[in-house]
């Protein structure tokens, strides 16, 4: 009867320690994702700010479809399906730098409203 009684102790606390564990990093994997998110955001804001700053309309054209091609295709498993509409923004490089810097959190915020609660 003991031994019953300590097996059962046993197998509750391993399960225990199993769900507990399991709701902490499920908590924490969401969290660290949506810093990635917010991280990726503010550096395509850096590199959109930085692309604007180029006086020449061409090179200014050349270096939003390399940032669309370097930081948004390569971040396809992070972002999803946002790549597409964010690549749109940068390709149609419209001349009003803050017109794309909206566009741009404005696509964050409709496929990860999570992250801006």
Same mark, same amino acid.
Not at 57 to 77: A, D, F, H, N
Not at 83 to 104: A, C, H, P, W, Y
């Given at each position: 009867m003991e031994f019953i009684v300590n097996l059962g102790s046993s =197998? !509750? !606390?391993v399960? !225990? !320690?199993w769900v507990i564990t399991s709701y902490y /990093? $499920?908590?924490t994997k @969401? &969290? /660290?994702q @949506?810093? $990635?998110i917010l991280e990726k955001l503010e550096s395509l804001h @850096? &590199?959109?700010d930085f692309a604007y700053k180029i006086q020449s309309k061409e090179e200014r054209k050349s270096r939003l479809i390399?940032?669309?091609y370097t930081s948004v295709q390569y971040q396809g498993l992070l972002l999803g399906n946002s790549v597409g509409d964010l690549q749109d923004i =940068?390709? @149609?490089n419209s001349d009003n730098r803050e017109e794309t810097m909206v566009e741009i959190t404005r696509v964050f915020k409709r496929y990860f409203p999570e992250c801006f609660i």
């Amino acid at each position: 009867m003991e031994f019953i009684v300590n097996l059962g102790s046993s =197998l !509750g !606390g391993v399960i !225990g !320690g199993w769900v507990i564990t399991s709701y902490y /990093y $499920k908590a924490t994997k @969401k &969290d /660290y994702q @949506k810093q $990635k998110i917010l991280e990726k955001l503010e550096s395509l804001h @850096k &590199d959109i700010d930085f692309a604007y700053k180029i006086q020449s309309k061409e090179e200014r054209k050349s270096r939003l479809i390399q940032i669309s091609y370097t930081s948004v295709q390569y971040q396809g498993l992070l972002l999803g399906n946002s790549v597409g509409d964010l690549q749109d923004i =940068l390709f @149609k490089n419209s001349d009003n730098r803050e017109e794309t810097m909206v566009e741009i959190t404005r696509v964050f915020k409709r496929y990860f409203p999570e992250c801006f609660i």
